[in-house]
């Protein structure tokens, strides 16, 4: 009689019937395969800044007060960001948004772009 050599965790059990006779999922207990490591922090080099604050100043129009602008124009920052990027994570609206924060102390006026 032959034994099993899957470990536990790669087992799967069976379809089990409900009492209607409806199948239920079953218990998978699978391991996926071992995927490589996602970054997960976006990486801002004085180029992307750059190009982060040279899109926001062609489309200063659509700011509001205090230079504060809408999700809309987020978006579209984080596509052209996306178009630009060269190392770590995609740089999504938010991040974006909150890398604009750290930035926009500087005013536009005194930028040469």
């Known amino acids: 009689m032959a034994t099993s050599t899957i470990p536990t965790s790669s087992r799967v059990k069976a379809k089990q019937k409900s009492r209607e006779g409806k ?3 079953p218990d998978v207990l699978v391991d996926p395969e071992p995927q490589p490591e996602a970054c997960t922090t976006s990486h801002w080099t004085a180029e992307d800044e750059s190009t982060l604050v040279a899109f926001l100043i062609e ?9 504060n602008f809408k999700a809309t124009t987020w978006k579209a920052v984080a596509i052209e960001m996306e178009r630009h990027r060269t190392k ?3 740089k999504g609206h938010l991040a974006c948004k909150n890398k604009y ?3 926009h102390c500087f005013p536009f006026a005194s930028l040469n772009i």
């Open 101 to 103: 924060t750290c930035v």
């Open 59 to 67: 489309h200063k129009a659509e700011a509001g007060d205090g230079m």
């Open 88 to 90: 770590g994570a995609v």
């Open 23 to 25: 199948e239920t999922a």
